[in-house]
Structures are given as C-alpha cells and as structure tokens.
C-alpha cells in the first residue's frame, strides 16, 4: 500500500477550471493505491436555501458541514480527504484547514483559459441558459480574486490543454510515496 505524505488536499480554482473533476479522478486514483480516503465537494455541503443575510454563498454553513463530514469520514478511516472548493484568501485557507482537521495540506490552485472555462461551462450548462451566463461572469471575476489572493506554496496547475487524467496524475505524484 501506498501511502500519503499529505492527510488533505485542497483543490481551488475559479469556475470551469476542473476542481470537482479532479477531486472525482484523484480521489479514484488514490483508493486504487490502497490509501484509505475521502472525497468532498464543497459546493454540496452549502445547497440550502435561502441563504442568510450577509452570506450569499453559504460559508458559515460550507465550513460547519465540511467540519462534521471530515471528522465522519476521519473516524472511519480515512488517511486523506480530498477537497474540491473555492478558497478566495490565506484567511479562508486557514478556517478551511483547522475545519478539515488537516495537519498537513497540500493546496492546490487549477488555472484554465478563458475560452476552455466558456467551453467547459456550456457543456456543463448546456440546458440553463441563467447558470451559464451567471457562471461566465463570475470566472474572470473569481480568477481575479485568487490571483490576488498572494497564494504562497500551493501547486499551480494550468488545467487548459490538460487532460483530466494528467492534472489528477501530477498530484498524485506530489501527495503519494
């Protein structure tokens, strides 16, 4: 069995860049190597609604459920949980950290070009023409946010000419012995 030298992988990026399908492939190639672990999408653990005043996005919620899952998933014996979520500031990083229980992190931050994000995005919203608009404008806006962000040790990782496979593959060799 192979073995982890991270216990948490946290995979960040701005719409359209591949952070659940990553999360899904990554978290496959894992148990194939017998590491014992989780995967979990953050956006799940925010659909409720309405959303509270002041917190359109639901992190209060995110971060109280992701909490509750990953010491779940941590006491039933996973070694390493993989995480697909958007972490907008080293101060989120951090809450998101402490509420995954993670004593060592790996962040990872995916990047793709405009026109693969618009491509990706109306594949994915295909019959919802409000999500895909909606989803559009928010890309470069969040890219930004994060670029800003001063990220400093995470693995950046291009995903526009990247097959999915080969994005979830360099992290694997980054995280495992």
């Known amino acids: 069995m192979a073995r982890a030298t991270f216990d948490t992988v946290l995979i960040n990026g701005s719409v359209g860049t591949g952070k659940t399908t990553t999360a ?8 194939q190597r017998g590491i014992p672990g989780a995967v979990i999408d953050v956006d799940w653990l925010r659909r409720s609604w309405p959303s509270p005043a002041g917190d359109p ?12 899952i990953t010491a779940n998933f941590r006491r039933a014996g996973a070694r390493l949980i993989v995480v697909a979520h958007v972490v907008e500031s080293e101060d989120e990083l951090e809450r998101a950290a402490a509420a995954l229980a993670a004593r060592s992190m790996l962040h990872v931050r ?10 990706r995005l109306t594949r994915r919203h295909d019959d919802d023409e409000t999500a895909l608009r909606w989803h559009a404008q928010r890309h470069p806006e969040l890219a930004d946010i994060l670029d800003r962000a001063g990220f400093i040790n995470d693995l950046r990782i291009d995903t526009t000419d990247k097959p999915v496979a080969n994005v979830a ?4 060799t980054t995280i495992v012995d």
């Open 110 to 119: 995916l990047t793709a070009s405009p026109d693969a994000v618009l491509s």
């Open 57 to 68: 996005f639901q992190s209060t919620l995110a971060m109280e459920n992701m909490q509750a």
């Open 169 to 172: 593959q360099e992290i694997l």
């Open 24 to 31: 899904e492939m990554l978290g496959g190639m894992v148990r």
